[in-house]
């Protein structure tokens, strides 16, 4: 359902950081003097709260690779050829990146994934949206003994095993209680969505998945992720 979407949404992410990064480093500001060492700032001196270690900087470095302590970025939203994330959140701990790729310690990315696009990706003809108590409702157009039934359900969203998983609580096929009983069950492989994501960076996973009014809130996580340096064109 995300596909390859999420997998160029994050590398997407963490370049824009990199290169904002490789700039400042190369460049210095116009008009650069001598600038008087800064005294000391509310909350440095030695009552102040400990922060939190921070990752030592790799001492293997070569040309060509930059290398963050930690990054992180918002975006209102990413668009790329495979569809539009919203609200996006990048956040990447002991990032490398170079012509070998780019690696990160621990990421996590946090996006809302429309509705249209998941039906989309899902198939023709199916319309995906919010239902009451956190669910998600989902109706499309099948065949079933030889005739097309239009079917209608609202059902759970969880992630299993790094899936979405979207797994029924009630459907609705219209016709007589008897019958529409009948044709429920039967129908019942049509409505249930069991997605593998695929295309993710090497180390991440769908970790949680909540309904919202405007899409799914996706969050996906990981530890030693790798990314090609061929992904999303970017050359070695």
């Known amino acids: 359902m995300l596909d390859g979407l999420v997998g160029a949404g994050v590398l997407l992410l963490v370049l824009v950081v990199v290169g904002l990064v490789t700039f400042l ?11 008087p060492s800064a005294g000391p700032t509310s909350g440095s001196g030695p009552d102040a ?21 930690d990054v992180a970025l918002e975006a209102g939203s990413l668009a790329t050829v495979d569809g539009l994330l919203r609200d996006v959140r990048a956040d990447g701990v002991d990032v ?24 989309e990706q899902i198939g023709e003809g199916i319309v995906v949206g919010p ?14 003994l030889g005739r097309r039934l239009n079917v209608s359900a609202t059902g ?22 008897l019958l529409s009983g009948v044709l429920a069950a039967l129908a019942r492989e049509a409505v249930t969505i069991a997605h593998e994501i695929e295309g993710l960076p090497e180390g991440m996973v769908l970790d949680d998945v909540v309904v919202q009014e405007d899409g799914f809130r996706a ?6 992720v790798w990314l090609a340096p061929g992904a999303l064109g970017v050359a070695p």
């Open 25 to 35: 480093v190369m460049t210095e500001p116009a008009g650069t003097g001598s600038v």
């Open 49 to 69: 709260p400990s922060a939190e270690p921070s990752p030592s900087p790799p001492t293997d470095l070569t040309a060509g690779e930059v290398w963050l302590g």
């Open 219 to 224: 969050r996906l996580v990981g530890d030693d």
């Open 156 to 177: 759970t969203v969880t992630v299993v095993d790094g899936q979405l998983v979207v797994e029924p609580t009630a459907i609705d096929v219209g016709g007589p209680s």
């Open 131 to 144: 239902a009451p108590r956190g669910e998600a409702r989902v109706s499309r157009s099948t065949e079933l």
């Open 96 to 119: 490398r990146t170079g012509p070998a790729g780019l690696t990160a310690a621990s990421m996590v990315l946090d996006a809302t994934v429309p509705f249209e696009l998941v039906a």
